[in-house]
């Protein structure tokens, strides 16, 4: 069984960068796109972006001069970087996996528990 | 970029009855690229339909997807007390992928 859990600060400075890691164990990373979505409090799902376990990415255009997704095979993992960070970034953080595939297209079958951040002073 | 817009925004319902949730995009979606999530409280979102109408693995049969172009439906017969969860549906035609703003299911 494929589980997903997000690690990083719960807390963050306005103007400071957000970083996220979402560790995968019970499979491995390669082979999949993995994604980031957030949700803010009372608010929609927003798809933040995916990368390909090869490194490829694409970003949510609204994001992606702040946004940075990356990933380590090695460590089984992949991680978010959110740059100058306001209040409206305030959101549970998922991660997970795209790999419920079919006609060419890949959509999330594992999500990690989810974990708030919180941009305050 | 895609606005879905789901309606209504609330609906409550007794257990045995039927549910009928609704999306509505504001293009139309190639080869129906629409699926519906499941967020009960406290939990991510499960994947319910893909494809506007494929049940994705183990979903019961009381959950029906249907609906072309812009318009889709999301059927629950025979509600249960356990489906109580925000519904969103999103789709995955194009970058960035976006939900609807979500319907919240009450069970009276």
């Known amino acids: 069984q494929v589980q997903l859990q997000e690690s990083g600060p719960g807390l963050v400075k306005p103007s400071e960068t957000l970083s996220l890691t979402c560790s995968v164990s019970?499979?491995?990373?390669?082979?999949?796109?993995w994604t980031w979505i957030r949700q803010p409090p009372g608010k929609r799902l927003e798809w933040i972006g995916f990368i390909y376990y090869t490194g490829s990415t694409d970003y949510n255009p609204s994001l992606k001069s702040r946004v940075t997704i990356s990933v380590d095979t090695s460590k089984n993992q992949f991680s978010l970087k959110l740059s100058s960070v306001t209040a409206a970034d305030t959101a549970v953080y998922y991660c997970a996996r795209l790999g419920f595939c079919s006609n060419g297209a890949c959509l999330a079958d594992y999500w990690g528990q989810g974990t708030l951040v919180t941009v305050s002073s | 970029e895609i606005v879905l817009t789901q309606s209504p925004g609330t609906l409550s319902l007794s257990p045995g009855e039927r549910g009928t949730l609704s999306c509505r995009a504001s293009q139309s979606l190639n080869n129906n690229f629409l699926a519906w999530y499941q967020q009960k409280p406290g939990q991510a979102p499960r994947l319910l339909i893909y494809g506007a109408s494929s049940r994705a693995t183990g979903i019961p049969d009381r959950f029906s997807g249907s609906g072309s172009g812009t318009d889709f439906t999301l059927t629950i017969s025979r509600l249960e007390p356990e489906d109580l969860a925000v519904y969103y549906c999103?789709?995955?035609?194009?970058?960035?992928?976006?939900f609807g703003q979500g319907t919240k299911l009450e069970i009276k």
């Open positions: 999103q789709q995955y035609v194009t970058s960035p992928r976006t």
């Open positions: 019970g499979g491995s990373i390669s082979g999949y796109f």
